[in-house]
T-cell receptor
Framework: GAGVSQSPSNKVTEKGKDVELRCDPI?????LYWYRQSLGQGLEFLIY????????KSGLPSDRFSAERTGGSVSTLTIQRTQQEDSAVYLC????????????FGPGTRLTVL | GQQVMQIPQYQHVQEGEDFTTYCNSS?????IQWYKQRPGGHPVFLIQLVKSGEVKKQKRLTFQFGEAKKNSSLHITATQTTDVGTYFC???????????FGTGTRLTIIP
């Protein structure tokens, strides 16, 4: 079956521009997570959704970052006024439930801010 | 907040040697998961441990969850070139849905 998909796979943007990153979770998965991974580093939690609500936004680095999820499916991560330090791979994961379920990761979006 | 540390950060081994990575949490965990990320790839789930002192095996991989549920380890016997990648542990606190990933251990194999 189809896994988690993310688009675009690569995004190069200029400092100060806004970007939108999209995540399509596995059908039927109620939980959706966004992570950021800088080159050679671990995974930094950004936000997670249970259905359309986001109980935990604690990982968002600044108010330039926002995310939404509609219809309990697709999610969009928006970064406004991008900065060079935003350059990283943004990974999305989904799981059937939350507490003990496996997270299935998408291939990621590599964001480069010039 | 919860912190999950892994050691070592890097490990280079000769093919056929054993490899172990250790994961330590600052808080007691409800469960812990292990993921593998191949170079250029995304994390892929390996296993989940829930019970205190639990040990699980997958072929050459042995996973342990400490008695206090604050630490875990992954041991690979007789490494192969296909084992190359970064191994992450990820832990959950009780009542908290967020999965906190460890810092990862990058394994490279010398043929």
């Amino acid at each position: 079956g189809a896994g988690v998909s993310q688009s675009p796979s690569n995004k190069v943007t200029e400092k100060g521009k806004d970007v939108e990153l999209r995540c399509d979770p596995i059908s039927g998965h109620t939980a959706l997570y966004w992570y950021r991974q800088s080159l050679g580093q671990g995974l930094e939690f950004l936000i997670y959704f249970q259905g359309n609500s986001a109980p935990d936004k604690s990982g968002l680095p600044s108010d330039r970052f926002s995310a939404e999820r509609t219809g309990g499916s697709v999610s969009t991560l928006t970064i406004q006024r991008t900065q060079q330090e935003d350059s990283a791979v943004y990974l999305c994961a989904s799981s059937l439930g939350v507490i003990t379920d496996t997270q299935y990761f998408g291939p990621g979006t590599r964001l480069t801010v010039l | 907040g919860q912190q999950v540390m892994q050691i070592p950060q890097y490990q280079h081994v000769q093919e056929g040697e054993d490899f172990t990575t250790y994961c330590n949490s600052s808080t007691t965990l409800s469960n812990i998961q292990w993921y593998k990320q191949r170079p250029g790839g995304h994390p892929v789930f390996l296993i989940q441990l829930v019970k205190s002192g639990e040990v699980k095996k997958q072929k050459r991989l042995t996973f342990q969850f400490g008695e206090a549920k604050k630490n875990s380890s992954l041991h690979i016997t007789a490494t192969q070139t296909t084992d190359v990648g970064t191994y992450f542990c990820a832990g959950r606190n009780f009542g908290n849905e967020k999965l906190t990933f460890g810092t990862g251990t990058r394994l490279t194999i010398i043929p």
